[in-house]
């Protein structure tokens, strides 16, 4: 039997949380939830999730300094990692260049979007096909 595929979401909004947990929990993925960079960072060392889906807009450590914690890490560096964002273009912001550079490979998902291409876009990432 397969091994149940794990996804770490990170977001601090309850609501982009829920209806993500509920497109995995359809696939019969499970969801571990964080609500903060911090948090992101103590469960994917402790869970090693197959996937990060993270949130880029978030208080106190964003998306990309999130990211670039994971990256440096042993424990976490090969973890895959898609964020999520309501503005389209992260590479539009205004962030340090380094960070840009670092993140500018990382596939990003539209929130607020079509639930079957958020969907899609979570399965291809996982490598499910069927």
Not at 8 to 35: G, K, M, S, Y
Not at 115 to 130: S, Y
Request: proline share 4%; no cysteine.
């Amino acid at each position: 039997m397969e091994t149940k595929k794990v996804v770490l979401v990170v977001d601090d909004v309850p609501e982009i949380i829920e209806v993500i947990a509920t497109v995995l929990e359809r696939d019969h993925i499970e969801a571990l939830i964080a609500n903060s960079g911090q948090e992101a960072i103590a469960m994917a060392k402790e869970h090693k999730p197959d996937l990060i889906l993270l949130d880029f807009k978030m208080p106190d450590m964003d998306g990309a300094e999130t990211y670039a914690k994971l990256k440096e890490d042993d424990t976490t560096k090969d973890i895959k990692v898609v964020f999520l964002t309501a503005f389209g273009n992260i590479k539009k912001l205004e962030l340090d260049p380094k960070l840009i550079a670092l993140i500018e490979q990382t596939p990003i998902i539209q929130k607020g979007g079509d639930i079957g291409e958020l969907r899609t876009e979570i399965r291809k990432h996982l490598g499910i096909t069927e």
